[in-house]
């Protein structure tokens, strides 16, 4: 059964980068061609797609954060990663890894999801 | 920023039958893209729901359907159960944002 799991620092202070890993587990990241992806939910609110990336590298980015988001992969720990730089407090929310499947788009399964507050 | 609209809230009884609407546009919905619908219950990670507009994967019930038409799409649950009391928010993939976007949520509650 696959599974992810977020890691990362709960605490990030304004201006810095927040940075965390998402591990993949029950399958190979590179066994099918589907996305790898993280999606955020500020506290109270909606959910916000942040970007994904394939095993291969290729990846894309929610417009209204390209300039401060990148998301690598490490094949070899089956797992990917979300730095996102200049945080502010509108930064602060619940931040999910997610499969995105390449048929059709859709995410399955999540990730538990980690809560990073931004904060001095 | 959510691209897709849905109503804030909706509510009905035990046993009735409650619709979810979310309206896109021809960027996302109307670009022939496929809706998604993810079910979260309070303090837990979405689940998915309905992929490819009506299917259901493994293990959710049947009370749950989906259906898309033009630039909107629809999640009904038929027979209302407590346990359906939750936040429910549709997905696609909109091709002028080249990414995916979700809709604004709709809570559902059981009276």
């Known amino acids: 059964q696959l599974q992810l799991q977020e890691s990362g620092p709960g605490l990030v202070k304004p201006s810095e980068t927040l940075s965390l890993t998402c591990a993949v587990s029950?399958?190979?990241?590179?066994?099918?061609?589907?996305?790898w992806g993280w999606v955020r939910q500020p506290p109270g609110k909606g959910l916000q797609w942040i970007g994904r990336i394939h095993y291969g590298g290729t990846t894309s980015y929610n417009p209204s954060l390209n300039s401060r988001v990148t998301i690598s992969v490490d094949t070899s720990k089956n797992q990917f990663s979300l730095n996102l730089t200049s945080v502010t407090a509108a930064d602060t929310a619940v931040y999910f890894c997610a499969r995105c499947s390449n048929s059709g788009g859709w995410l399955d399964p999540w990730g538990q999801g980690i809560l990073v507050t931004v904060s001095s | 920023q959510s691209v897709l609209t849905q109503p804030p809230s909706v509510s009905g009884a035990p046993g009735q039958r409650v619709t979810i609407s979310c309206t896109g546009t021809?960027?996302?919905?109307?670009?022939?893209?496929?809706v998604h619908w993810y079910q979260q219950l309070p303090g837990i990670a979405p689940k998915l729901l309905i992929y490819?507009?009506?299917n259901r994967p493994s293990g959710v019930p049947d009370r749950f359907s989906g259906s898309k038409s033009g630039t909107s799409a629809s999640l009904a649950i038929t027979g209302l159960q407590a346990e359906d009391e939750a936040d429910y928010y549709c997905?696609?993939?909109?091709?002028?944002?080249?990414?995916?976007?979700f809709g604004t949520g709709t809570k559902v509650t059981v009276l």
């Open positions: 021809s960027s996302n919905i109307g670009a022939r893209f496929d």
């Open positions: 490819a507009n009506t």
């Open positions: 997905q696609s993939y909109d091709n002028r944002l080249s990414g995916y976007v």
């Open positions: 029950g399958d190979s990241i590179t066994t099918t061609n589907d996305f």
